[in-house]
């Protein structure tokens, strides 16, 4: 019932953008931190890009990470996508932890991924 599910993934080309959205339903999103995640083959799972509860939509190099509580919703913008960006993306939550930022905090809840394949 508790889930997070990504959509938007798809095969493109260099250069180009896309847009990847993480819903969650059977519970609402607001007090959370936010994360997105990128599961490369042969590679450690890395960080994209993370907000914090108060935190406004935060530009991280070519991806913008945003969110609407009303919507439950958030949001990884990926602009001039380059093949290194293939992978599966995920979205995860966590409780904001009272210090430090969320780049450094652990993320325990997680959608199933959706994968962006960027490719000529």
């Known amino acids: 019932q508790l889930q997070l599910v990504e959509s938007g993934g798809g095969l493109v080309q260099p250069g180009e953008s896309l847009r990847l959205s993480c819903t969650a339903s059977g519970f609402t999103l607001e007090p959370y931190a936010i994360g997105w995640f990128r599961q490369a083959p042969g590679k450690e799972r890395e960080g994209v890009a993370c907000?914090?509860?108060n935190s406004a939509d935060s530009v991280r190099g070519r991806f913008t990470i945003s969110r609407d509580n009303a919507k439950n919703t958030a949001y990884l913008q990926m602009a001039a996508l380059e093949p290194d960006d293939t992978g599966v993306y995920l979205c995860?939550?966590?409780?904001?932890?009272?210090?430090?930022?969320?780049?450094?905090?652990?993320?325990?809840?997680w959608g199933q991924g959706t994968q962006v394949t960027v490719s000529s």
């Open positions: 907000m914090g509860t």
């Open positions: 995860a939550v966590t409780i904001p932890y009272h210090s430090g930022t969320c780049a450094e905090w652990k993320f325990d809840f």
